[in-house]
Every structure is written in structure tokens, then in C-alpha cells.
């Protein structure tokens, strides 16, 4: 079976992250080729798995029909079997090159929201990927959340969702530090846009300052860190808050932390909150759809609504507490959520589409 992957990001984030699990996690009998941008570090990564010949370009989070057309040359010259996109850019390719080509086009939500959308665009959008669901053999969701959110929207027909929960690597062995009540120390992963609400990082951070002992690292990449940093000195946080930045392994700072802190508006189901769970960590992240799929609150990590609820679970959290959470975090990490697994039942649902008659 030859499988064309289609994602418009491969710079650090989830959708990117969860494609190259499929990838390493390949069966032996799938060939699969990469549509994406020259984004680091994922397409260097792509490249190392399926070489330069199986990788075509598309532009970072854009829409072109130069791309479209040249996508569309290139399935039919490699003979591709179907069609798998990856998030709403990728998934618009995804759809119209399966109407160009013929091919059978599976498609994966990474998290759906249209919230901060104007009734416009909301409109467009909705009306859109109902009309793209036609064309859309499969759709994957990575939470039943977030399938339940589809299914509501009416984006596709019932029969053809399948929840496919995310997998990470499981590493063998942890080495999270022991917290015996002195510094806390808390890391979050944040991409500095709207939708992972860096500044609530910083209000949290802000309203800790005088409570507890704490030190806050946020490591990730985007166009508002610049102003997350200003906005750290303006508060007098430079000595409680480290914005580190991109990292090329963020598991090196997890293994130096107590505490997982996600302050995201919404999600599909994240990568990096499962990521802290196996890593042992006790994960502390907005009540929002793919986080509530995950935590379960008071047994393996805590929810909250607030600021004010986020500040209250903080500053009572207890050693015992902190130990108890973070191995059944790593329980459930390790027998819920594995990659290996996640990778076999996508390339399942990719092969009966392959194979079904159209």
C-alpha cells in the first residue's frame, strides 16, 4: 500500500509530531510518502524515514493550486493508493487532490475550534468541511471529545468516523526529581499563539509570585514570545519565569520537573500533555476537549476553569499528592496511549480504504 501523508506544518507541534509516529510506526508492507513544508526540524525527519524521492512540497499553512496541481502530478507518477491529510489546511489538499485524482482520501482532525472565528468565517469554514466530507472516505478523530464536537457540526456522516486516540513514544524509565514541599518546579510547552494562551501562563505565574516557592520554564517557538518576554519583565517574573524558547527534545526539561502546566483554549488531544504523563509528571491543564479525554481529575492530574482554580490547586498541592498522581499518570500513559498502538490501528483503517472498491 502506498500512503501520501499530507500535513501544511512541520515545524514543533502536535500534528506534526503524531505524523512522525505513523511514520516510524509504519508496517513493513506500506510505503509512504510525505506532502509538507521545509519546516524544522520535521521535514528532516520525514526525509530520514521515507528519503528525498518520497517527500513533495507544500507551502507552510497556505493555500496554493501551484501546489495543487504539483501534488496531484506527483500521486499519479508514484502510483499512490491513498490519501491521508492531516489538520484543516492539509485536509482542504487532501480533499481536492482526491477529486482530482481519484484517489480514496482519509482525513484526521487535530483539534477543532472555531471559536475565536468571526460569524463569517465561521460560517465559511463549517460550510466548507461539510461539503469536503463528501469527498472524505474516513475521517479520524484523536479524542471521542473532539469526535463528538465533529459529529455535532455535522461535518461528516456518522458511519464514517473512527476515534483513533493519540500515542507517544513510552520511554523505559523516568527520572523525575522528588519534590519534598521547597521549589516547585513547573515546565510548559507553549507555541505563543492564541490557541495555547500564553498569557494566562504568565497571570498564573504572576498570582503564584508571594505564595509558594516556584519556578516556571516555558519552552516552544512562535511569533508572540517576544511579547511574553517583555510582558515577564514588566511583571518583575524574570527570577520565577524562564522562557527558554525551541528545544530540539522538551523531554530533557520534563525530566527536571514536578509539574506539567497546559493553559490551551482548546485542543484535540495533546501530544505534549500525554508526552508529560509518561514522563511521570503530574499534568495540571484547562477543562477543554482532549484534555478532559486524558485527565482524570484528582487521579491523574488536575483540571481547572480559572486562574483563581489553577492557583488554588497549586498552592495546596502536597508531596504525597504530587508522588501519587504522577505514577498513575505514568500508568495510564504507558497502557492507554502508546504510539505503536495508535500507528497499527491508523494504518488498519488506511489499508481497508485502500482496498475497498470504489
Known amino acids: 500500500m502506498k500512503v501520501l501523508f499530507l500535513t501544511v506544518r512541520a515545524d514543533l507541534g502536535g500534528g506534526p509530531e503524531h505524523l512522525y509516529q505513523l511514520l516510524k510506526h509504519k508496517p513493513g508492507k506500506v510505503e509512504a510518502f510525505v506532502a509538507c513544508p521545509a519546516d524544522k526540524p520535521y521535514h528532516d525527519r520525514y526525509h530520514g524515514l521515507v528519503g528525498q524521492k518520497n517527500i513533495v512540497e507544500l507551502p507552510h499553512r497556505s493555500f496554493s493550486l ?53 460569524a463569517r468565517k465561521k460560517w465559511l469554514y463549517l460550510s466548507l468541511e461539510r461539503a469536503l466530507g463528501w469527498k472524505t472516505r474516513k475521517a479520524i478523530c484523536v479524542s471521542q471529545g473532539e469526535a463528538l464536537l465533529v459529529e455535532k457540526a455535522g461535518f461528516i456522516a456518522s458511519e464514517k468516523l473512527v476515534t483513533i486516540p493519540n500515542g507517544i513514544e513510552i520511554p523505559i524509565s523516568v527520572s523525575r526529581p522528588s519534590w519534598d514541599g521547597g521549589t516547585l518546579r513547573i515546565i510548559a510547552v507553549n507555541r505563543y499563539d492564541h490557541q495555547k494562551n500564553p498569557e494566562l501562563l504568565i497571570d498564573i505565574a504572576n498570582a503564584l ?43 530533557d526539561y520534563f525530566r527536571d520537573a514536578h509539574v506539567f502546566l497546559s493553559t490551551s483554549r482548546w ?92
Open 66 to 118: 501551484r501546489s495543487l496541481f504539483k501534488v496531484a502530478a506527483f500521486v499519479r507518477r508514484m502510483n499512490i493508493d491513498v490519501l491521508h491529510s492531516h489538520g484543516k489546511g492539509a485536509g482542504l489538499y487532501g480533499r481536492l487532490l482526491g477529486l482530482l485524482t481519484g484517489r480514496p482520501v482519509v482525513h484526521t482532525f487535530h483539534g477543532l475550534h472555531v471559536g475565536d472565528y468571526s
Open 209 to 251: 509570585d508571594g505564595k509558594i516557592d516556584f519556578r516556571l520554564d516555558v519552552i516552544g517557538t512562535g511569533d508572540r514570545i517576544g511579547d511574553i518576554r517583555t510582558r515577564v519583565e514588566h511583571n518583575g517574573l524574570s527570577e520565577r519565569v524562564r522562557i527558554i524558547g525551541g528545544v530540539p527534545n522538551p523531554r
Open 267 to 358: 485542543e484535540g488531544m495533546p501530544l505534549a500533555v500525554l508526552e508529560a504523563m509518561s514522563e511521570s509528571l503530574c499534568v495540571l491543564a484547562t477543562e477543554v476537549v482532549g484534555n478532559i479525554d486524558v485527565i482524570e481529575p484528582g487521579r491523574t492530574g488536575y483540571l481547572f476553569k480559572t486562574q483563581d482554580e489553577a492557583i488554588r490547586i497549586l498552592s495546596t498541592l502536597t508531596p504525597n499528592a504530587l508522588a501519587r498522581i504522577s505514577d498513575l499518570a505514568r500508568q495510564t500513559a504507558e497502557t492507554q496511549y502508546s504510539a505503536s498502538v495508535m500507528a497499527e490501528r491508523t494504518h488498519g483503517t488506511l489499508n481497508s480504504i485502500a482496498r475497498a472498491p470504489t
